[in-house]
């Protein structure tokens, strides 16, 4: 198995539009084994199979998006394939795997090309899931996964009382759901899309409701009516600040998204009144053995169980639409770009 004298790929390039300004123009290349990085420390060549759409590569495509280091560059945070090339000793030839994180898309050619070169330490071995099932799951379920390991690592169970996820229709958001309850958490989803209300009840959510706060422009309170035991918030913004303020004693909240804002407007009381814990979740720079740690409950105790219901798939000539539709939040659950054959 060798990298093929040509090969498909979708290139990102950064184009001049007017004197003070540019756009960034994704389009189908054919390109050659010289396309791939180099690398010093060992590395892995990868027949990608599967990629997914997350807001990130939206982001890489959207001029001033910040998150591409350089363009031209390969979008598609996931990779999930079959390796090709190993120069690593716990990595063979003809493996399945799965890369994510780390600079993948954004720093170094991602997943939206037939094939990826990326450093052994950032790969994991698959054993039981598919590329298209670890695809699926991708940076999205993986945060998911660690948001769900954080609350129970803080001694949240479900006899504690409900858990919130906001934007519990986004791809972070309805996997929480899914792996929520099944782990015997009465989940309560707040999603804005109506539409959304029998997938997430279809994924375990005991009550579908809206938007936190329900005013947007209301004055947020320092605390309000205590009513979670934990929450997964993949919002951020004033709905991280609500979901704070009415988080139940000793509680806990797992943040992992900013799509309602940067900024996060509160007070102290939640912590030093109510002893909240706010969590932190990052899964772009995860050590590598505690993201395989990760991955192989993925396939095991956290595995989703309702992953089929979640996945859209496209192929890759077509990403372009499913990243506008993301980047306008009209995309609900997952979405798996088919890599293999969809140029």
Not at 89 to 106: E, F, L, N, R, W
Not at 186 to 205: I, N, P
Not at 287 to 302: C, D, G, H, V
Request: net charge negative.
């Amino acid at each position: 198995m060798t990298v093929p004298s040509s090969f498909s790929a979708l290139v990102a390039r950064e184009v001049a539009h007017e004197p003070d300004a540019s756009r960034i123009e994704l389009a189908k290349e054919t390109v050659d084994e010289t396309f791939l990085p180099r690398r010093d420390a060992p590395a892995v060549t990868i027949a990608v199979e599967y990629s997914s759409v997350n807001f990130k590569d939206a982001l890489a495509i959207t001029p001033k998006g910040g998150v591409v280091r350089d363009y031209p560059i390969v979008p598609g945070i996931d990779i999930a394939g079959t390796v090709v090339e190993s120069a690593a000793d716990d990595i063979s030839v003809g493996q399945k795997v799965v890369a994510h994180g780390y600079d993948i898309g954004t720093g170094q050619h991602g997943g939206y090309a037939e094939y990826a070169r990326v450093p052994a330490d950032w790969v994991v071995p698959l054993t039981t899931l598919s590329t298209r099932d670890a695809a699926a799951i991708g940076t999205a379920g993986f945060t998911a996964a660690m948001s769900v390991e954080a609350l129970l690592t803080h001694g949240i169970r479900p006899d504690d009382g409900p858990i919130v996820v906001t934007g519990a229709s986004g791809g972070v958001g309805s996997v929480s759901v899914d792996l929520l309850s099944a782990a015997g958490f009465e989940v309560h989803a707040s999603s804005g899309k109506k539409d959304a209300v029998d997938l997430l009840t279809s994924l375990g959510a005991a009550h579908v409701i809206g938007r936190l706060p329900e005013d947007p422009d209301a004055k947020p309170r320092p605390l309000g009516r205590a009513e979670w035991a934990g929450a997964v918030d993949c919002v951020g913004g004033k709905t991280l600040a609500h979901v704070l303020s009415t988080t139940r004693y000793a509680g806990a909240v797992a943040a992992s998204g900013l799509t309602g804002g940067a900024g996060l407007a509160t007070t102290v009381l939640p912590f030093i009144l109510r002893g909240v814990a706010l969590l932190g979740i990052d899964s772009v720079q995860r050590p590598i053995e505690k993201r395989r740690a990760t991955w192989q409950q993925l396939e095991s105790t956290l595995r989703p169980r309702r992953l089929d219901q979640l996945v859209t798939e496209v192929p890759v000539s077509n990403v372009h639409a499913a990243l506008d539709d993301i980047s306008r939040g009209g995309v609900t659950g997952r979405t798996v770009v088919a890599v293999a054959g969809g140029f």
